[in-house]
């Protein structure tokens, strides 16, 4: 890793010489991610509503595997495309860490991270052992006045940098339209969940993209078997392990290549561990319950940015026996979640984040004419 930021920072020192010779453009925007090579989530909702305005946008996406060479040499290639975006834009919005960003972004450009999690269960960031130190972001977009304290830490900005606006897809969480729509269209695709108690399995990675990542064991079939036969369980694993499977029955399906917030729409209930997933299901007042096996390794190697306990309000199984129980129990924790940790759910989110891009812009422009 030592010798590929050493090359990498010879290279990106060369170009940048030439880049600074180009101005910002003021009214341009960028969209930067590592994650898709397609815009998705709060990137395309942002980008929708501003693509028709008077601005100049530029993208410049990739999907990241470290462990392919290729994508690596593809990678490589890419940020010398971002350095001459991102140093000519005025608003650079990203949703991942940026390497480009925290070592080589001009003064003058506005970053603006538009997190890809709801909340923050695990620590990340700068708080955890890193490749490279996270720096030079100027906003970051929140859920709600709990988030300032982690979000200042794992970004390396001061508290009043993170901005409690909403993460504009949980506009459509809350969004009847949205809900009935997909709910229709998935039952259509899959009409042997049709009225069928459907629990919806989303759990995080152990790990991390460096060192590797790997999934929690579980047996859902144990866990079917102890439930009525009503019971069917969907699961979508995370991005990093997305060709991962858990269990091939009539009763579990793999639901990793549809969308989240969709598969909301059909889910009785949430099974998750530390993943910020919960955040965005407590929206919809339905049970969640947490499984980890791992609980105390967990917190001890990683660590929460909350009391996880407190957190899950007793819906914690380490078994899953334990979890069959929680289950039947019916539990309902969603409130507590939502009252401390998403403040922003009123189906405005998006509203509120375009507005704060175009007055960021428009506030600069006036500076510059003094």
């Given amino acids: 890793m030592g010798l590929k930021i050493f090359v990498l920072n010879i290279v990106l020192s060369f170009f940048n ?44 996406l990739t999907k990241f595997n470290k462990n392919n060479l290729w994508t690596n040499f593809c990678y490589f290639l890419n940020t ?46 700068n708080v955890i052992e890193r490749s490279y130190p996270i720096n030079h972001y100027d906003y970051v977009i929140s859920n709600g006045e709990y988030w300032r304290k982690p ?10 940098q993170v901005v409690s606006i909403g993460m504009p897809r949980l506009d459509c969480v809350v969004n009847q339209d949205y809900m009935r729509q997909a709910k229709s269209k998935l039952f259509a695709k899959y009409p042997q969940l049709k009225d069928k108690k459907i629990i919806l399995y989303a759990p995080t990675f152990r790990g991390d993209i460096y060192q590797g990542v790997s999934k929690v064991d579980i047996d859902l079939k144990k866990v079917l078997d102890g439930l009525d036969e009503q019971y069917m369980i969907i699961y979508k694993c995370h991005p990093l392990l997305a060709q991962e499977v858990y269990e091939d029955s009539s009763r579990v399906m793999n639901m990793s290549n549809e969308i989240l917030h969709e598969l909301f729409s059909i889910s009785d209930c949430l099974i998750s561990d ?10 919809l007042n339905k049970p969640i ?15 929460c940015f909350v009391n996880y306990e ?12 334990e979890l069959i129980k929680l289950i039947k129990s019916e539990h ?19 509203e509120r984040v375009v507005s704060f891009i175009e007055q960021l812009i428009e506030e600069d422009e006036k500076n510059s004419r003094c």
């Avoid at 600074?20 to 397609?38: C, G, T, W, Y």
């Avoid at 709060?42 to 929708?48: E, L, V």
């Avoid at 603006?112 to 269960?121: D, E, M, T």
């Avoid at 096996?293 to 990683?302: A, F, I, S, W």
């Fill in 80 to 125: 010398i495309k971002q350095l001459f975006v991102i140093n000519t834009s005025k608003v650079v919005i990203i949703n991942d860490n940026n390497y480009v960003i925290s070592k080589f972004k001009r003064s003058g450009v506005i970053v603006i991270q538009v997190w890809h999690a709801a909340g923050a269960i695990k620590k990340f960031g």
């Fill in 332 to 350: 309902n924790n969603s409130c507590e979640i939502r009252n401390r940790y998403v403040a922003c759910s009123d189906g405005r989110n998006l």
């Fill in 151 to 160: 979000y200042s830490e794992a970004f390396h900005v001061n508290e009043n």
């Fill in 17 to 60: 010489f030439f880049v600074r010779m180009f101005p910002i453009q003021q009214r341009k925007i960028a969209f930067v991610s590592l994650e898709s090579n397609v815009l998705e989530s709060d990137m395309k909702m942002i980008y929708d509503e501003l693509k028709n305005k008077n601005y100049k946008i530029s993208c410049v």
């Fill in 310 to 321: 407190e957190l899950m309000g007793g819906n914690i199984a380490k078994s899953e026996q």
């Fill in 289 to 303: 319950y947490a499984y980890t096996p791992d609980l105390e390794e967990y917190l001890q190697n990683r660590g």
């Fill in 274 to 283: 530390f993943s910020s997933i919960v955040f965005d299901f407590s929206l």
